[in-house]
């Protein structure tokens, strides 16, 4: 049984840049039909998706944070990792990574089937 | 950007009751529609995709419905395990989008 955790730095001072990383367990992050995924939920809030990475390379981000994150895969630690530079209060959350998963019913988009349990992130001074 | 709204923000509900969230999206996503609950303190947990088709381990007492627009979700006989904030997201279209949510809370 596949399993996500992630684990990085809890707190990161404003203009810094935040890194977590996403550990995979339980099988092999270059299994086909999956891809990769952030999701953040700040304080009391709903979630908000960040940005994803295809087994190919290809990256999406969410527009709002476009010019500052970046999702990578590292194959050989099983593991892929999210940075998010020039940070302010605004970025402090809990962030969640997640496996996204082909939707053959849709033949559309892929959903999140499977998260880890998040790790918080306060951006302070 | 699909602008995912959810409604009601809170739903007051009595255990063995039914209730009956809605998530309507700004502009067509098909079926292309997932639902998630999550409780305090964790992560949220995939209930349906593709609008309507339960996940493994789900009970049958969640039932989705809808396409385009317009989404439902329906918890029949809520147990106490089902009290819990519940999103929609939408995976038609980039960025992908949530709900704002809505909280269902013991009546």
């Known amino acids: 049984q596949m399993q996500l955790q992630e684990s990085g730095s809890g707190l990161v001072k404003p203009s810094q840049t935040l890194s977590l990383t996403c550990g995979v367990s339980?099988?092999?992050?270059?299994?086909?039909?999956?891809?990769w995924t952030w999701i953040r939920q700040p304080p009391g809030k709903g979630l908000e998706w960040v940005g994803c990475?295809?087994?190919?390379?290809?990256?999406h981000y969410n527009p709002s944070l476009e010019s500052r994150v970046a999702i990578s895969l590292d194959r050989s630690k099983n593991h892929f990792s999210l940075r998010l530079n020039s940070v302010t209060a605004a970025d402090t959350a809990v962030y969640f990574c997640?496996?996204?998963?082909?939707?053959?019913?849709?033949?559309?988009?892929?959903?999140?089937?499977?998260w880890g349990r998040g790790t918080p992130v306060t951006v302070s001074s | 950007e699909i602008v995912m709204t959810q409604s009601p923000a809170t739903l007051s509900v009595s255990p063995g009751e039914s209730a009956t969230l809605s998530c309507r999206a700004s502009q067509s996503v098909g079926s292309n529609l997932a639902w998630y609950q999550q409780e305090p303190g964790q992560a949220p947990r995939l209930l349906l995709h593709?609008?309507?088709a339960r996940v493994a381990g789900v009970p049958a007492r969640f039932r989705g419905s809808g396409s385009g627009t317009e989404f439902t979700l329906t918890i029949n006989s809520l147990q106490s395990e089902d009290f819990a904030l519940y999103y929609c997201?939408?995976?038609?279209?980039?960025?992908?989008?949530f709900g704002q949510g809505t909280k269902v809370e013991v009546k």
């Open positions: 990475l295809y087994l190919s390379g290809t990256t």
């Open positions: 997201q939408q995976y038609n279209d980039w960025p992908r989008t």
């Open positions: 339980g099988g092999s992050i270059m299994t086909g039909g999956y891809s």
């Open positions: 593709a609008a309507s």
């Open positions: 997640a496996r996204s998963y082909y939707d053959n019913l849709t033949g559309g988009g892929r959903y999140f089937d499977l």
